[in-house]
């Protein structure tokens, strides 16, 4: 089974700064695209960031000039680093990739709580 693995959500106040961390098994083969969504409470999963593996990426308007994508292509592993961050950022922020088949791969979720 493919696997991704999300760490370093949590519970920061407006203004501050958090780093997720997204590592993929060994078990996908190639990834083209590695990137994370976002899901807040009664909303629709909407694209936070992406990174290509030429280094292209692409931020939602929202985030732009505050958040920082990056990716480790030996490692398989995709960053997401979050300044200044606002009580609208809060939501569940699920890793993504996506194969050389097309094929979508989600993690389970890490919670992102800012508090105002």
């Known amino acids: 089974q493919v696997q991704l693995v999300e ?3 949590g519970l920061v106040q407006a203004g501050g700064s958090l780093r ?3 590592a993929a098994s060994a078990r996908i083969f190639s990834i083209n695209v590695m990137g994370w969504y976002r899901q807040a409470p009664g909303k629709q999963r909407e694209l936070v960031a992406s990174i290509a593996s030429g280094s292209t990426t692409n931020y939602a308007d929202s985030v732009k000039g505050r958040f920082t994508i990056s990716r480790d292509n030996a490692n398989n592993t995709v ?3 979050m300044n200044s ?3 609208d950022d ?3 922020y699920y890793c993504h990739a996506r194969d050389i088949y097309y094929t ?3 993690g389970h979720g890490t919670q992102v709580t800012v508090s105002s």
């Open 85 to 87: 961050l606002k009580p």
């Open 7 to 9: 760490s370093g959500g």
């Open 79 to 81: 960053y997401l680093q």
């Open 104 to 106: 979508n791969h989600w």
């Open 90 to 92: 809060t939501a569940v």
């Open 20 to 22: 997720l961390s997204c």
